[in-house]
């Protein structure tokens, strides 16, 4: 499987650490020293559904292809408009094809996990051309009143197309659960389920994720290399979820390779959940730093816990 296109959307209004100083206990130099993060894109007027689209267009493009070309829509979000009918089926609409569309949620890991089932259609012979996108509106799920959470995250949309040929990817998935991240959910009136609704707001243990990230990250980047009979020197670039540089810089230290080998688009994102690695796939291809045979290996990990890497080599 290869990638053959990439794609993105930001909301238009950018809001500062700054600016989140002016209704929060927080400063910049706190969430800056422990995050990286300065700035963040967060949804107003806009829609994740129009940031969806706009992601889905721009790498439909890139890919030079049709939208009759594309014969399968795998869409992933965490939380959007509607339960039902599934984001996948609102951007299908847009774009004015009627190939099979399905929406997953595998939280932050949810790219590598789509990339995984991707493989699995084309290598099945169910599917040629596949849009992945990965449509995040994580300024919905943060309560805005905690400053251990809001300030975190980012909105954003990344989209890639991926089609048969090119080098095998390797994947490795894992699951185990824990109550580090958790969002609740609506349970609805029923009159027989006297369950109170929940907060639908995100808890987090930060430590605890931080811990599973580094652990979790470093053992499947290692399965997906001795898939692969490759070693960490032979990688050209780590696109790691870009959920904090402290994850980022402890997983690169403890493997001790050079920065150079760990892009980051952090610092002006914040973390867009699992459109945070097509986001920077895609400003990186758009930005030529890609080249033709780059060994690349993608690694996420969240809630659930759940967590993923991806060995692929770069190229049309
Ligand atoms: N601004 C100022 N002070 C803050 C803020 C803030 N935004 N948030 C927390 N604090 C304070 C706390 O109140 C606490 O103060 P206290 O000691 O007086 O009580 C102090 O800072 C330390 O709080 P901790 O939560 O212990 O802060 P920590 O040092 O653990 O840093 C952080 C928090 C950055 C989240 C850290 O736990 C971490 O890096 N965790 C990794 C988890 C992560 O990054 N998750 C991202 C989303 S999940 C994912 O994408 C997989």
Redesign the pocket.
């Known amino acids: 499987m290869k990638i053959i296109g990439t794609g993105s959307a930001l909301p238009h209004l950018v809001v500062t650490n700054d600016d989140l100083s002016k209704f ?4 910049d130099e ?2 800056r020293t ?2 990286g993060i300065q700035s963040r894109n967060i949804l107003s007027t806009d829609t994740i559904t129009e940031l969806a689209i706009k992601a889905c267009q721009d790498c439909i493009k890139n890919a030079g292809i049709s939208v009759s070309d594309v014969d399968y829509i795998l869409c992933h979000t965490i939380i959007y408009d509607a339960i039902i009918p599934g984001l996948s089926t609102f951007i299908q609409d847009e774009l004015g094809t009627d190939c099979p569309t399905l929406d997953l949620n595998a ?2 890991t949810g790219f590598i996990y789509a990339l995984d089932i991707a493989d699995s259609l084309i290598k099945a012979k169910k599917a040629k051309n596949i849009l992945i996108v990965c449509a995040e509106e994580t300024s919905r799920f943060v309560d805005w009143t905690k ?3 809001c ?3 980012g909105d954003g949309a990344g989209a890639v197309v991926v089609t048969e040929g090119g080098e095998d990817c390797k994947f490795r998935l894992k699951t185990q659960h824990t109550d580090a ?1 958790i969002c609740g959910a609506n349970y609805g009136n029923s009159p027989f389920n006297k369950v109170e609704n929940s907060e639908p707001y995100l808890y ?1 243990k ?2 605890d ?2 811990k599973l ?1 580094v652990l979790n990250s470093i053992r499947d980047m290692e399965h997906v290399l001795k898939l692969a009979g490759k070693e960490f020197t032979d990688v050209t670039y780590f696109l790691l ?1 870009q ?2 540089m ?2 980022l810089d402890a997983i690169r230290s403890q493997l001790a390779l050079s920065e150079e080998k760990f892009p980051h688009n952090i610092e002006h994102t914040g ?1 867009t ?1 699992s459109a945070s690695i097509p986001l920077l796939l895609d400003e990186m291809n758009k930005t030529e730093q890609l080249k033709e045979g780059d060994v690349l290996v993608l690694s996420a ?3 659930g816990f759940t967590s993923g890497a991806c060995y692929l080599k770069w190229g049309k």
């Open positions: 929060l206990d927080t400063n706190w969430i422990r995050t939280a932050c400053r251990e959470t300030v975190l995250f991240l987090m930060g430590r994720v931080f990230a979820h959920a904090n402290r994850i973390n959940s990990f969240g809630a």
